[in-house]
């Protein structure tokens, strides 16, 4: 799940992400009615965002309801947590349903593995970013590439997120509302705005 491999900054031991597909030729039919469960479970123990790599997030669809309603057999879903805790829940609901569709998790790779271990599963494959290659120096800050990169499609614009932080400092949004804007256009919903909250509010109180 290499979109989800580049995240880099402040607050990820407060940000993981949850993909779960079926794999084509082998076990796509029928699998739309497991996704919704797995996205089922996934909010049921403390998910924080969904979203569907093929139909967008909540703000494309019209709603959480209508993410799950439109789930389709080919579909690539995404959970957002902001703890280990109810990572750890989904995966041993996950682990108890045994639906047989392929699971990847996103995070700390010593958090992950921990994550794991007390569900009683064992990893079998880890991807792990190489970094940025090349004129870096064009790059955003990484200040900036923090909120950037918790898109991996590239999805939140370098220059919604200066918007956002501009709001903030007028008082024309708060850091809650400005997170849930960078949401918004992150299509398949792997975007944390928990996390981007916590970096939106050290951005703009310093």
Same mark, same amino acid.
């Given at each position: 799940?290499?979109?989800?491999?580049?995240?880099?900054? *402040?607050?990820?031991?407060?940000?993981?992400?949850? /993909?779960?597909?079926?794999?084509?030729?082998? @076990?796509?039919?029928?699998?739309?009615?497991? /996704?919704?469960?797995?996205?089922?479970?996934?909010?049921?123990?403390?998910?924080?965002?969904?979203?569907?790599?093929?139909?967008?997030?909540?703000?494309?669809?019209?709603?959480?309801?209508?993410?799950?309603?439109?789930?389709?057999?080919?579909?690539?879903?995404?959970?957002?947590?902001?703890?280990?805790?109810?990572?750890?829940?989904?995966?041993?609901?996950?682990? *108890?349903?045994?639906?047989? /569709?392929?699971?990847?998790?996103?995070?700390?790779?010593?958090?992950?593995? $921990?994550?794991?271990?007390?569900?009683?599963?064992?990893?079998?494959?880890?991807?792990?970013?190489?970094?940025?290659?090349?004129?870096?120096?064009?790059?955003?800050?990484?200040?900036?590439?923090?909120?950037?990169?918790?898109?991996?499609?590239?999805?939140?614009?370098?220059?919604?997120?200066? $918007?956002?932080?501009?709001?903030?400092?007028?008082?024309?949004?708060?850091?809650?509302?400005?997170?849930?804007?960078?949401?918004?256009?992150?299509?398949?919903?792997?975007?944390?705005?928990?996390?981007?909250?916590?970096?939106?509010?050290?951005?703009?109180? @310093?």
């Amino acid at each position: 799940m290499t979109h989800t491999n580049h995240r880099i900054g *402040e607050y990820l031991e407060e940000d993981y992400v949850v /993909l779960v597909m079926p794999s084509r030729g082998i @076990n796509v039919q029928g699998s739309g009615q497991k /996704l919704w469960r797995y996205l089922e479970m996934a909010l049921e123990n403390g998910a924080i965002k969904i979203g569907d790599a093929r139909l967008g997030n909540e703000y494309h669809q019209g709603g959480v309801e209508k993410v799950l309603d439109n789930l389709q057999d080919q579909a690539v879903v995404h959970a957002v947590f902001k703890d280990k805790d109810s990572l750890v829940k989904t995966l041993r609901a996950y682990k *108890e349903a045994d639906l047989g /569709l392929s699971v990847v998790v996103s995070g700390l790779f010593d958090h992950v593995g $921990e994550c794991c271990k007390k569900v009683g599963l064992e990893r079998h494959t880890i991807n792990q970013s190489m970094g940025r290659w090349g004129k870096t120096e064009k790059l955003p800050p990484p200040e900036i590439l923090q909120l950037n990169t918790m898109c991996g499609h590239g999805m939140v614009a370098v220059g919604l997120i200066n $918007e956002v932080i501009n709001d903030i400092k007028t008082g024309d949004c708060t850091v809650q509302e400005g997170a849930e804007r960078l949401f918004a256009p992150c299509m398949c919903g792997i975007f944390n705005p928990h996390r981007a909250a916590l970096i939106l509010k050290d951005l703009t109180e @310093n």
